[in-house]
């Protein structure tokens, strides 16, 4: 079965530092890996995807994510994080089985951004 | 991008009464939503996936007879949440994939609704 872990429930950095929100997977195969954001109240925002190709992806918001195969990991950063970072940070593996792509998602990682 | 919009966005409701949920694909057709519930600072857990004109599935220990979910067109989903309890109290979100655009893998949200039961 595929699965994401994160390892930390929350970040806190300080404004303009830079930040990582961190990821493993476990998957077979080559893997597909997603990050998404959620505001307060708000459903999940697409952040950034990687499929294949070049390991440095870059997303929205200015956010970029590192794919690492020895390490199994997909974290996210930012080179200067801003206060209006501050949010839930899911990173999320679609199960690619049967063609249904539902993602599982990693538990979350609430990211606080200190001005 | 892909937008979805759900309906209400906030809900209270008396217990025992039940509570109707919108999901819509705005600007491209769905064949397929999913029902999402999620716990305050929790990740997100499916509750079922819903296909249009025919029996949503649902997930493994999630009462498909007290979550209802109808898909009845290409753009609408709807999760009917019936005789309500304050332990059903919760975020609900749905999401879709555009089939058009430019990756199946990738997940369009809803806004998601608040419901609360007193």
């Known amino acids: 079965a595929q699965s994401v872990a994160q390892p930390e429930d929350q970040v806190n950095v300080a404004e303009g530092n830079p930040l990582t929100v961190k990821c493993t997977y476990s998957?077979?195969?080559?893997?597909?890996l997603f990050w998404y954001v959620q505001y307060p109240n708000r459903g999940l925002q697409f952040l950034l995807k990687?499929?294949?190709?070049?390991?440095l992806v870059k997303g929205s918001y200015g956010f970029e994510a590192e794919f690492n195969k020895s390490q199994t990991s997909f974290h996210l950063k930012k080179p200067s994080a801003l206060v209006s970072d501050s949010a839930l940070y899911f990173c999320?593996?679609?199960?690619?089985?049967?063609?249904?792509?539902?993602?599982?998602f990693g538990r979350g990682t609430s990211l606080i951004v200190h001005p | 991008g892909a937008v979805v919009s759900q309906h209400p966005s906030w809900v209270i409701c008396k217990s025992g009464t039940s509570v109707k949920i919108e999901c819509r694909s705005l600007?491209?057709?769905?064949?397929?939503m999913f029902w999402y519930r999620q716990f305050p600072k929790q990740s997100l857990m499916l509750m079922a996936t819903?296909?249009?004109?025919?029996?949503?599935?649902?997930e493994q220990g999630v009462e498909k007879d007290k979550f209802l979910i109808n898909h009845a067109s290409l753009t609408l989903s709807t999760l009917t949440v019936t005789s309500a309890h304050p332990e059903d109290s919760s975020f609900y979100i749905c999401?879709?994939?555009?089939?058009?655009?430019?990756?199946?893998?990738?997940?369009?949200f809803g806004p998601g609704t608040r419901l609360t039961v007193l």
């Open positions: 999401s879709a994939r555009d089939p058009g655009g430019g990756s199946v893998y990738t997940q369009y």
């Open positions: 998957v077979s195969g080559n893997p597909y």
């Open positions: 990687y499929i294949t190709g070049d390991n």
């Open positions: 999320a593996v679609p199960d690619l089985s049967g063609g249904s792509y539902i993602p599982t």
């Open positions: 600007d491209f057709q769905a064949t397929t």
């Open positions: 819903s296909n249009e004109g025919s029996k949503a599935t649902y």
